[in-house]
């Protein structure tokens, strides 16, 4: 007899995302299904409002990662006033970018994820989360709040806000660095580079073993991220690298032409669609993007400290790494990566130059913008009439890029932990945990932050429910 | 003193209002002393406790038959309902598809050519609603927070405001959208 079991991450009627267990007629697994619930429908209703408009207009998709969808938005204007923006301008993008992956891996690490492997998988849910780290480890969870502060805190210095800074525009950016908060943030500086260096320390002291880092799974795939020219590990610009499990490039492309080499199918089930690379057909050209995805496709880091981390994490996983969980680990060592970064642009007098934007009409009809978000590749295309009224658009959002690898990760856990019929109690947290390291930013496809209280239901064939565990 | 209960919850939205809160960055280390935070996308747990809370603040407006669900549940099981953020008070940018088809847009969006199967999300996903709704045309709600985000300084004025007993004073620049 076949049986579903359905697992959903915010309960059947609260839920933005929500899981389908399918096993055979053995009680085995068959497949798994991670449900995507909802839809705001950004790409028509974007259609008919000027380009000008598009960077305040697309932050609101996410409210964890604005940024990225100015930056990506403003970058495919750039492209349609066919301007190269001033150096300037170039170097404060790059600075505001880093200082949002600091606050965004800080979100995921200590807020949303921590509490499961440093207060224990098992322990109880209702103390398992920020408040219970606070409780139980106060000093680390300051630390991560200073940490999260100090990348919001750069980015209202730069744009005047925290969420949704009205600040980068076709064309550059509309307010300089003054040297006050440039120094505010060099100040600040070492205090995150020590609290990231000690939260890397603690996590492999907690975790070296890389058996404990098998507990999400470990599954080979494709990994993409944007590259330097010489390979390096990139997240404004670059050439985008596709490699395999074992870090052989397969291609190297022109961001710009990312539709020849990425399509996307959809499912009836889910309102997240699925990115592909097209070579290989739907569902093989499984890719990863993201920190891990990132790490995986570079060959190295530029800067000395994360360079350091990099060879150790090389070393231990003998080469790349495909388990979920070092998610969490790429994270971290992309935190110091991103606080190295921006300590050189800080340096750089260039930093606090007023030249800023470039200003021009619509000198092309279509533009592209492509960058690195936290969680990976993000992609705006535009199409505008000669007046700069959007025609048509698509987008690409990091997390969608994940969704065929979110799906396998939900398929491999519950093979582990699903035998004969046989669920256990700890399959909730661990296939919330295998979500949760991809960050899943639903909000940018949909929504959802981090958590997903988590009910399973066993369901036999008549569609009658057999059993059911829950967490509330 | 009993800690005052709260739940959070989010509509259609962007998770710009939940990072706002967040954003009162080591205020939180006291307001979780005072606070029992109950169902909330940042924590485990799902539903509301049996007895309700006293506190929910809604990000994000009523877009899907599932919301519309919740929203009920929510006005149901607490005594104070805050609409957090310009979603939950007008609307804002989810509402701007409104006067589209929601049919129509995910054969736009979903159909051939823009994906390569052209498969319609028309199971187990909740359905649209025709029309995207602020709080307030659905359910009574007590209090407006504007703003998007609301800057964490008025959301933290509000809820301690709420944890004294008091009715929180909007005034000024505390009015403003956007
Ligand atoms: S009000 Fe603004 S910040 Fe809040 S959910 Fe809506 S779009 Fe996001």
Known sequence: MERQIHIEPVTRIEGHGKITVFLDSAGDVRDAQFHVTELRGFEQFCVGRTMWEMPGLTARICGICPVSHILASAKACDAILAVRIPETAQLLRRLMNLAQLVQSHALSFFYLSAPDFLLGWDCDPATRNVVGLIAARPDLARKGIRLRAFGQEAIDRLGGKRIHPAWAVPGGVNQALSQEDRAWMTERLPEARTTIQETLALFKSAFGDTKERDVLGDYPSLYMGLVRQDGAWEHYEGVLRIVDAKGRVVREHNPAQYAEIIQEASEPWTYLKFPYYQPMGYPEGMYRVGPLGRINACDRFDTPLAQAELEEFRAQSGGRSGRVFDYHYARLIEILAAIEEMAELLADDRITSPAIRAEAGVNAREGVGVHEAPRGTLIHHYWVDQNGIIEKLNLIVSTGHNNLAMNRAIREIAKIYIKKGKVSEGILNRIEGGIRAYDPCLSCSVHAVGRMPLRVEIVNAQGEVEATLSRD | MAKVRVATMWFSGCAGCHMSLLDIDE???????????????????????????????????????????????????????????????????????????????????????????????????????????????VIPVDFFVHGCPPPAGLIAKVILALLDGETPELVGSDLKFG
């Open chain 2, 27 to 137: 205020t939180l280390i006291d307001l979780a002393a005072r606070i029992d935070l109950r169902n909330s996308p940042l924590t485990d747990l799902k539903a509301f406790p049996e007895d309700g809370v006293d506190v929910t603040l809604i990000e994000g407006a009523v877009a899907n038959e599932e919301h519309l669900h919740l929203v009920r549940t929510a006005r149901e099981k607490s005594k104070i309902i805050v609409a957090l953020g310009d979603c939950a008070v007008t609307g804002n940018v989810p509402a701007l598809r409104n006067g589209f088809d929601s049919n129509q847009m995910i054969q736009a969006i979903y159909g051939s050519p823009a994906t390569s199967n052209g498969a319609l999300p028309f199971d187990v996903v909740p359905r649209l609603l025709g029309r995207v709704s602020p709080l307030a045309e």
